[in-house]
């Protein structure tokens, strides 16, 4: 069975505990300016302060779904966020009561309804297929009982007054197969960027599932192999961290083969939730 990270270097986000990325194409040379340029001091605090993994971290290109783009900070390739988004939650963490509480302030608020857009214009479009993987992947979480979050769903290219966008960025990846997504805000808010790439070869099962994983992301999962990305074939662990890899009750401790959460996915999954995933949204939301 064919192993397929998320992200250029694997995806450090989701798991029935707690966790984004883009890239218009660059020449040679501003990619090496983009890897070489130095990290001020006060960011790779605030990656330390997070407890993530500030072995890699770089200013990169972020590409919007309209081809617009900006410079953000990338960790481990597939965790992207401006300077003021690092700093600010690095804040929030220091200022926390118990550090490990602290993953419920990047939960979407309860109850809410999430307005999620796939987007359908120029060279970032979702295909035919990509659009219906994505329905398929709202409906994933909208027919979950006992879940307090929802999804609306539409078409088009005004993204920016939505809650979420889900885009094809493989014109800015053009290797490897899978996403990337991001964390909650402080605000109670989903991260809104969600990219797939390199999927148009697999079934529409597999994009699902890519899709359903990375809103995971979104909605506030971590991977549920974060402590070995086992699913990869590794044994790294990505870290805890004060952005919340905390147990969700009612889920396994130890490696759950199944979960639509793990690091990394094959070319045969059916892109629905095995029981602990829906154990842990019902217990998160």
């Known amino acids: 069975m064919r192993t397929i990270k998320y992200g250029l270097m694997g995806m450090l986000a989701c798991s029935l505990t707690f966790l984004s990325c883009s890239k218009d194409e660059e020449s040679p040379e501003s990619e090496e300016q983009n890897l070489t340029q130095e990290i001020p001091e006060a960011v790779m605090d605030a990656v330390r302060t997070l407890e993530l993994n500030d072995n890699f971290v770089r200013y990169g290109t972020f590409h919007f779904p309209d081809g617009t783009t900006e410079q953000r900070v990338f960790i481990e390739e597939d965790i992207v966020m401006t300077e003021e988004q690092l700093l600010q939650m690095a804040e929030a963490a220091q200022n926390a009561d118990g550090d490990r509480q602290y993953s419920t302030n990047y939960l979407v608020s309860q109850g809410r309804n999430i307005s999620i857009i796939g987007y359908t214009g120029g060279s970032q479009a979702l295909s035919s297929k990509g659009q219906t993987a994505l329905q398929w992947a709202v409906n994933n979480y909208n027919r979950l009982s006992g879940v307090s979050i929802s999804f609306t769903l539409t078409f088009g290219t005004n993204y920016q007054s939505k809650d979420m966008v889900v ?10 197969a899978g996403g990337s997504a991001g964390f909650p805000t402080y605000n109670g808010l989903p991260h809104k960027f969600v990219q797939i790439y390199g999927l148009n070869g697999y079934d529409t099962n597999v994009n699902e599932h890519v899709i359903t994983h990375e809103i995971g992301h979104s909605v506030g999962f971590r991977h549920t192999d974060w402590f070995s990305r086992q699913s990869c074939g590794q044994n790294v ?12 009750s009612g889920t396994p401790t130890g490696y759950d083969p199944t979960s639509i959460m793990l690091a990394c996915f094959s070319a045969s999954e059916d892109g629905e939730f095995n029981n602990n995933d829906i154990t842990a949204l019902q217990n998160m939301y």
């Open 237 to 248: 662990n990505e870290g805890a961290g004060s952005v919340g890899a905390n147990h969700v």
């Open 167 to 176: 885009y094809d960025n493989t014109v800015n990846n053009p290797s490897g």
